[in-house]
C-alpha cells in the first residue's frame, strides 16, 4: 500500500473509495431488481404509462438490471484488485459501465417526463465520470 499522505496514496484511496461506492449503488440496486421483479415492473409500468416507453418495460427493466449488476460486479471486483495488486482496469470498465447505466436511466426519467427524478441521477452521472477520469491512471 503506498504512503496515503502522497499524491499516488491519494490516488489510490479515491480509486477505492469510488469503486466501493459504485459498487455498493449497482449491486444494491440490481438485486432489489431481482428479488421485487414484480413490484418494480408495477411502479414502472405506471411510471411510463404515458410515455412513448410503455410498451417495453419489462425489456427495459430487464436491460437495466442486467447493466446495474454488470455495473456493480465489475466495480467491486475491480475494488478488491485495486486493495490487492494494484490493478484499476476492472474497476475502470465497471465505472463505464455505471455511467451507461445512470445514462439509460436519465433516459427514461426524461422520457417519462420526471425531471425531477432525472435532476436526482446528475450527481451520479458526476461521480461516474470522475471515476473514469481517476480509474484511468
Known amino acids: 500500500m503506498p504512503n496515503l499522505h502522497s499524491s499516488d496514496g491519494a490516488t489510490y484511496l479515491l480509486q477505492v473509495l469510488v469503486s466501493a461506492f459504485l459498487a455498493i449503488l449497482f449491486v444494491q440496486s440490481g438485486i432489489d431488481k431481482i428479488v421485487d421483479r414484480r413490484g418494480n415492473l408495477e411502479w414502472l409500468k405506471g411510471h ?6 410503455a410498451g417495453i418495460v ?17 466495480s467491486a471486483i475491480g475494488c478488491g484488485l485495486i486493495i490487492f495488486s494494484r490493478n484499476s482496469t476492472l474497476a475502470f470498465y465497471g465505472a463505464i459501465v455505471s455511467a451507461i447505466s445512470i445514462i439509460a436511466l436519465f433516459f427514461g426519467q426524461r422520457m417519462a417526463k420526471d425531471y425531477a427524478g432525472a435532476a436526482i441521477l446528475v450527481p451520479y452521472f458526476l461521480l461516474a465520470l470522475i471515476a473514469i477520469y481517476l480509474l484511468a491512471r
Not at 61 to 74: D, F, H, K, R, S
Open 48 to 53: 411510463f404509462a404515458k410515455s412513448p416507453l
Open 58 to 74: 419489462p425489456l427495459m427493466v430487464t436491460a437495466i438490471t442486467i447493466l446495474e449488476i454488470g455495473a456493480g460486479m465489475l
